[in-house]
T-cell receptor, first 114, second 113 residues
Framework: NAGVTQTPKFRVLKTGQSMTLLCAQDMNHEYMYWYRQDPGMGLRLIHYSVGEGTTAKGEVPDGYNVSRLKKQNFLLGLESAAPSQTSVYFC?????????????FGPGTRLTVL | GEDVEQSLFLSVREGDSSVINCTYT??????LYWYKQEPGAGLQLLTYIFSNMDMKQDQRLTVLLNKKDKHLSLRIADTQTGDSAIYFC?????????????FGTGTKLQVIP
């Protein structure tokens, strides 16, 4: 099993450009999440999904859109990138609703917006 | 609201014990977690504790929970250079059919050989 994979690993954008980050998991997990990690701020939830075809807003959703057309994939889109979106983006997945169910994280995508 | 706080940095000598502390504000938390993040990688779950437990031990790791003071700690015995990483405390609670997880800011552990 590859676990959770993210594409790309690094990206540099100019202000106003758009891009899509891809997250894939091969564990048949229902729940998937997108976080951003900024220095001194921990992880903040952007959007999440509780199953194929569903998405919901997290803590910091503005400027991002997501889609979950297939159970194994969760896409994060930036329609018009801004320097404030420079961050490291992590995708995670989780199998069930029990509290202790582990979130499995991808390796991250480092995005710089100039 | 939910808030999870940690000190940003801890430095220890190899072989000593490390104690990483975390405070949280939400008394309705059901589970509390410790995650480890190595450089350039995602987070990995180290251990978790249910909110009605006081202590959990797993090999070199000891988790202590003081629910009254909303204080969680992670003790790493015989700290090794491979333990150098960022450690995140997190709490979860049910929220609208979804387990809401709130992460702390992370504590960077530096192990000096």
């Amino acid at each position: 099993n590859a676990g959770v994979t993210q594409t790309p690993k690094f990206r540099v954008l100019k202000t106003g450009q758009s891009m899509t980050l891809l997250c894939a998991q091969d564990m048949n997990h229902e729940y998937m999440y997108w976080y951003r990690q900024d220095p001194g701020m921990g992880l903040r939830l952007i959007h999440y999904s509780v199953g194929e075809g569903t998405t919901a807003k997290g803590e910091v959703p503005d400027g991002y859109n997501v889609s979950r057309l297939k159970k194994q994939n969760f896409l994060l889109g930036l329609e018009s990138a801004a320097p404030s979106q420079t961050s490291v983006y992590f995708c995670a997945s989780r199998g069930g609703t029990s509290g202790y169910n582990e979130q499995f994280f991808g390796p991250g995508t480092r995005l710089t917006v100039l | 609201g939910e808030d999870v706080e940690q000190s940003l940095f801890l430095s220890v000598r190899e072989g000593d014990s490390s104690v990483i502390n975390c405070t949280y504000t939400d008394s309705s938390s059901t589970y509390l977690y410790w995650y480890k993040q190595e450089p350039g990688a995602g987070l990995q779950l180290l251990t978790y504790i249910f909110s009605n437990m006081d202590m959990k031990q797993d090999q070199r790791l000891t988790v202590l929970l003081n629910k009254k003071d909303k204080h969680l700690s992670l003790r790493i015995a015989d700290t090794q250079t491979g333990d150098s990483a960022i450690y995140f405390c997190a709490e979860s609670k049910p929220s609208g059919g979804y387990q809401k997880v709130t992460f702390g800011t992370g504590t960077k552990l530096q192990v000096i050989p």
